[in-house]
Every structure is written in C-alpha cells, then in structure tokens.
C-alpha cells in the first residue's frame, strides 16, 4: 500500500501561482510513476502531468503544457506540481495518483482544492 496526501491547494487569483505537493509513505516511493489530475464540478477527473520513476520523463495535458511543472524529490518522497499562469478553468480538486505501469496508476490521494478567481 502507498499512502498519498495532497497540499499547498488554496485561493489566487487569476495569472498568480501556487504549489502543490504530495507526500508519498508506506512503499519504496523511488519504484512509482507518479501523476496528477484534477477534476472540475460536474466533470470528470482529467489527466494534469505525470513524472517517471527516476524524474527522467514528464508528460504534460495540452491544457497546462507551458504553465505546470511536475517534479519529485525521491529523498523526501513528495512528487510536486508548481501551477504558474492560473487561470479560472484551473478551478478543480486535484488529486496526485502513484503507479507501476505506464499511465496506470493504483493509488490515489484524498485531494486538495485549487480555486481560481477572476
């Protein structure tokens, strides 16, 4: 089992920034692909950004591509999500997710709030 918690979620306005982190327990943290998604009211939870074991690959969803970036510390065990430029379509819960294969990913944390004022 690996155990996820999200934070560093809050309120800010539109073009401001935030980070998010995740810190990651229970299993050796170094062995995981890590992502993150968010999921708006009313819509369904979408792909954010994933980073490979070994920081060595990240992907990015067109809709943050040039704003977000997804990083890690294996030392620390945190995967983070530094958000630059945000926009209100920003707005979600979002939530980090931790996996073995490829773009699957078995477990997920609790989720932190973004919120994006215009």
């Known amino acids: 089992q690996v155990q996820l918690v999200e934070s560093g979620g809050g309120l800010v306005q539109t073009g401001g920034s935030l980070r998010l982190s995740c810190a990651a327990s229970?299993?050796?943290?170094?062995?995981?692909?890590m992502g993150w998604f968010r999921q708006a009211p009313g819509k369904e939870r979408e792909f954010v950004a994933r980073?490979?074991?070994?920081?060595?690959?990240?992907y990015y969803a067109n809709s943050v591509k040039g704003r977000f970036t997804i990083s890690r510390d294996n030392a620390k065990n945190t995967v983070y999500l530094q958000m630059n430029s945000l926009k209100p379509e920003d707005t979600a819960v979002y939530y980090c997710?931790?996996?073995?294969?490829?773009?699957?990913?078995?477990?997920w944390g609790q989720g932190t709030q973004v919120t994006v004022s215009s």
């Open positions: 980073i490979s074991r070994g920081a060595a690959t990240t």
């Open positions: 997710a931790a996996g073995t294969i490829t773009f699957k990913y078995d477990y």
């Open positions: 229970g299993r050796t943290f170094s062995n995981y692909n």
